[in-house]
C-alpha cells in the first residue's frame, strides 16, 4: 500500500489487471496518475477520490445484517463519477429483498448513462459488509483505470 493511504488506498494493486469482457482489459499503470489527484474524499472508510457519493450509508460493520434489515434496500449507495463525458456510477443494493436469507446478497455494479445510456461496466455480489467493501474498493479502483482510458477503450470496456 502506499504510504500515505495506509488501508485505505484504492490503488494499491496497481498492477493488477481487471479483466471485464472477452472485448477488453482494463489496468490502472500509474500510481502517479492516480495520486496525483488532490481532490479526494473518504466515504465507509474507503477513498473515493473525486467521487460524489448521493446518500451516507448507514450500514454499521460492528452490527449483523439481521440487526440492520431496516437499511437493506436496493438503494443503499450511489457515487457519481464524471469522467469527460461519460457519467458513471457505482451503485450498491441488497436483493432480492430486505430479508437476510441464504439467498440474499449485496450487488455492487458500476453503470454509464450518458454514453451507453445504461452500459454496465463491472458487477459483484457479496454477502457480506466486509465483502462489500473489497467490492466496493475493486469498482472505485476500476473508475480510476477508466480515467486514463481513450473513448473508444471506454466504450469496448462494457459488459451488458
Known sequence: MCSDHINKCCVCKINMPFKYSNRSQIKVTSIEAIHGERNRMNYFGMEIFDGKPLKPILLDENLTLEEQWMHLTQDIMCIDYNIN????????????????????????????????????????????????????????????????????????????
Open 85 to 160: 463525458e461519460f457519467e458513471f456510477s457505482i451503485d450498491v443494493g441488497w436483493y432480492p429483498t430486505a430479508e437476510v436469507t441464504p439467498l440474499s446478497y449485496f450487488k455492487t455494479i458500476i453503470i454509464e448513462g450518458s454514453i451507453t445510456e445504461g452500459g454496465v461496466f463491472f458487477e459483484k455480489h457479496s454477502k457480506t459488509i466486509k465483502q462489500l467493501k473489497s467490492d466496493l474498493v475493486e469498482a472505485i479502483t476500476l473508475i480510476q483505470g477508466i480515467k486514463l482510458m481513450k473513448k473508444k477503450e471506454i466504450l469496448n470496456a462494457v459488459i451488458y
